[in-house]
């Protein structure tokens, strides 16, 4: 038999917590490449925390923090494939 389910109180409508989940999963699951333990060291990026970023009309607040991180993320990535792809053309030159 099936325990009673129980409701999540959250700030977000129902409609949108589908989404709120998928984006904690895929954090979740590239948090290592993300680097997410580096920039949120305590309890990650929680419900609370994104609920907090798409409620919350803080200007410095956690939609903020969320976003640059993002974005320093992205840039990162790019920095370094560009380094490999700089790496490997150097490879071709010598063995040329």
Partial sequence: ELPMP?????????????????????????????????????????????????????????LFELVKFLLTAIFKMQLEEEEDEKFDLNEQDVVA
């Fill in 6 to 62: 129980v409701a999540v109180q959250t700030k977000v409508p129902n409609e949108l917590f589908g989404d709120i989940i998928m984006i904690m999963d895929f954090l979740h699951i590239f948090s290592e490449i993300l680097g997410t333990k580096e920039e949120f060291p305590d309890e990650g990026i929680t419900l609370e925390y994104l609920e907090s970023a798409l409620v919350d009309l803080e200007i410095d607040g956690p």
